[in-house]
């Protein structure tokens, strides 16, 4: 049942706290830096290669593991959608590992290209929410991400919990290959730590992100951006918001804008951009004054110090607590959640049923 919530996606977003609490406590489960993959027989030092396959959010939890993967454990990282993977027929080097995140472990295309990868990769591992699926049952390796069951179709606490468990899975690939010092690693972990606090208050943003959806709720396109670890999270909420209130949106790597979509930009294309304060802030910021300068309305998400160097004529602002900026794309989806869902709440859509979607597509 919705335990008071108008949706099971309003329930599902208010939980993560305790979920991520929750996936953090199995697989750090001594309070210390000591990553506990139970049984899984795991030694990254031996991997050559990553190739990460999902759909749709999952996809992008892939995206965002690759740039973790490359950057913490200086891993190379091929990833691809299922649909696509299972029928490109890719080579899979020697040394490589088929890495399948799916919530519902039951996902058609996921699940063939699992089944591709089988005999032609050293281990298969899929990161699932529901432990007794096919894909867990089909792997070499199954590690369950706790998230508890979705009912919502847009997945929320699944993606954020999928974060969890692939971040942690690149810190014990930057131990194995020893890319990182332990002191780094005891840094991330003790980020991971604060993190279900730091949701919390990103959850208290949720009125304020109501007042902006009234607005947003009127267009008719709207356009994402980030950069490093938000650009997969500008995907992810373009997705979330069309999926659920059926208004176009799309995510963009702000590099990319002035390849194309610059043209689009006028005051009628409001924009979202996806800023922390981290060492890619400033690019953002040229790209968000770029399109603020041709009269688009900006909502900035980002922290406190993020607020007061943007400056100027954003049209508003969403302020989460300071990250560690290797989890910000966690942090930060909460608030890109909060702004689909208002969106949808706003113009009277069927959030948690959305039309012409199933919760899980077992079929191809
Ligand atoms: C979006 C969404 C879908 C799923 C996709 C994969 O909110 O829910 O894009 O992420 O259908 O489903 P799983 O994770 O069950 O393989």
Request: charged content about 20%; proline content about 5%.
């Amino acid at each position: 049942h919705k335990g008071g919530y108008k949706h099971f996606m309003a329930k599902e977003i208010a939980e993560q706290p305790v979920v991520i609490a929750e996936t953090i406590r199995c697989y750090l489960p001594s309070g210390g830096d000591m990553i506990d993959l139970k049984e899984a027989d795991l030694d990254f030092s031996k991997v050559s290669r990553l190739t990460m396959v999902g759909c749709g959010t999952a996809y992008y939890a892939c995206l965002t593991a690759k740039y973790w993967f490359e950057q913490l454990a200086r891993l190379p990282v091929e990833i691809d959608v299922a649909s696509e993977f299972r029928y490109r027929e890719p080579p899979l080097p020697e040394g490589s590992l088929a890495l399948f995140v799916s919530q519902s472990g039951e996902t058609a295309d996921t699940l063939a290209a699992l089944r591709y990868c089988r005999g032609k990769a050293d281990h298969i591992l899929s990161v699932i929410n529901a432990a007794e699926s096919t894909m867990a049952r089909e792997s070499d390796i199954a590690l369950p991400i706790h998230a508890g069951a979705e009912i919502g179709v847009a997945s929320t606490k699944a993606f954020t919990c999928q974060l969890v468990v692939l971040l942690i899975l690149a810190l014990k690939a930057a131990a194995d290959r020893g890319t990182m010092s332990a002191a780094q690693i005891a840094e991330h972990v003790a980020a991971l730590r604060s993190l279900p606090g730091a949701v919390n208050s990103a959850l208290e943003q949720s009125e304020a992100i109501r007042r902006v959806a009234r607005h947003l709720s009127e267009a008719s396109d709207v356009l994402f951006l980030g950069r490093g670890l938000m650009y997969p999270l500008a995907l992810e909420g373009a997705l979330k918001l069309k999926e659920i209130s059926y208004i176009h949106a799309e995510g963009y790597a702000s590099g990319e804008l002035k390849h194309g979509p610059i043209a689009l930009v006028d005051t009628d294309l409001p924009i979202v951009v996806l800023a922390p304060s981290d060492g890619l802030f400033d690019k953002t910021m040229s790209n968000m004054q770029e399109v603020i300068a041709r009269k688009a309305r900006v909502l900035l998400i980002t922290d406190e110090a993020g607020v007061a160097a943007a400056g100027g004529d954003v049209w508003s602002t969403i302020a989460m607590p300071a990250i560690h900026p290797a989890l910000a794309p966690i942090l930060y989806a909460i608030p890109a959640q909060l702004l689909a869902y208002h969106t949808a709440v706003a113009k009277g859509t069927d959030v948690d049923q959305p039309r012409n979607l199933a919760k899980s597509v077992t079929v191809e």
